[in-house]
């Protein structure tokens, strides 16, 4: 197997030499401390960062990809995300923070993507900029992300016609969601420290993978009838706690594995 590397590039990057017309630049593995303005045209972007606060130039309409490793975990994004209306792939790890200059989550921005397929994985700090990020990226596919607080709503996905998969969670402390919203289209579930009720989710015809983990249910039973969970494929219950104590799920028909 090659060997691979780690390699620091600072601020005295000669970037005038480059070919302008470059349209894929992979630094995975590459931490860099800016992105060169003068790479207009760069379709696919992958780097490494030190610092907790995304640099990005303004002047990025081009990107169709980025991916971002941020070495501290949490990476802020800045509100000139905005105007890369052609961005299709987001993917900022550990976490990613949507940020303006004052501070607050969300964007003021007009600007929508409405290219966006992927996010992933992006923090909120509450369910109302949850819904102010997700209203801009109407067309999402995929989206993995965790909301630190809820008022006991959950967050409007049942807006996002085209989500088909969907990983959420609230992160270290068990909340109680009394009403979950999904879009009918959705295949593909995962819903870590939540205490819910099922029957929404039982009502996604089109679910094929479905996986609790650390979630306690509001009742002692969970009853499936034929008519539901009819495309299940993947059922992965993980810590799957009752309210009260008990515990009883009944059969699932058609499952190819759970556990």
Known sequence: MPKRYVVLIDDVWETSTWDKSLQVLDLELTII??????????RYLAFRTAKDTLSLPTNLWNLETLIVQGLGGRVSVPDTIWEMVKLRHLHIYDQAFFTLNNGEESSESSSTMDDLQTISSVCFSCMENADKILKKTPNLWKLRCEVSKFDGSFP??????????????????????????????????????????????????NLEVLKLVGVTISSN???????????????????????????????????????
């Not at 009853?223 to 008990?246: H, R």
């Open 33 to 42: 401390d800016f992105v060169p303005q003068e790479l207009t045209l760069l």
């Open 221 to 259: 039973t969970w009853k499936v009838n034929d008519e539901q969970f009819s495309k299940l494929k993947f059922l992965k219950l993980e810590i799957l706690l009752f309210q009260n104590g008990m515990s009883q799920v009944m059969p699932f028909h058609g499952l190819n594995t759970w556990y």
């Open 156 to 205: 409007a996905f049942s807006k996002l016609k085209n989500l088909e998969m969907l990983k959420i969670s609230t992160g270290s402390t068990l909340t109680w969601i009394d009403k979950l919203k999904f879009p009918s289209n959705l295949k593909k579930l995962t819903l870590s420290n939540f205490c819910i009720n099922l029957n929404e989710v039982s009502a996604l015809s």
